[in-house]
């Protein structure tokens, strides 16, 4: 079997378990005893249709898969697949606040008045 690392964020459908042992000759298949093992990770890892989230990352033994076989890479029965899912935080998408100078100058505030010597958002 092999042994696949849990990150903290994948953990609560893993009841809390760091890693877990899982049988498959591929990641493909490891991956897939794993979700079958427990299926609340499904949603977290897998796409609509089946494939691997393209924001979850998978290493074997330290490796990116993508550099090896992707998920038709073998997997020995000592070896240690990581899963990790991409984190992603902050502002909505969309093109970032442009600041233009008032005045003559451009200000640290980054306020949207019409002071002289200070920034306006548009």
Do not use: W
Request: proline residues 7%; aromatic residues 2%; charged residues 15%.
């Amino acid at each position: 079997m092999s042994v696949v690392r849990i990150p903290p964020v994948l953990r609560a459908s893993t009841g809390g378990q760091k890693q877990v042992e899982v049988e498959g000759s591929t990641v493909r298949e490891v991956i897939g005893g794993l979700v079958a093992a427990y299926p609340g990770l499904a949603q977290q890892l897998l796409s609509g249709d089946g494939d691997l989230n393209r924001f979850v990352n998978v290493f074997l033994n330290d490796t990116d898969v993508r550099h090896l076989q992707a998920l038709d890479t073998p997997v020995a029965e000592r070896d240690t697949v990581v899963l990790l899912p991409a984190m992603a935080g902050g502002a909505a998408a969309g093109p970032a606040p442009v600041l233009v100078a008032s005045g003559g100058r451009i200000g640290t505030h980054g306020g949207c008045c019409s002071c002289p010597g200070r920034a306006v958002r548009r």
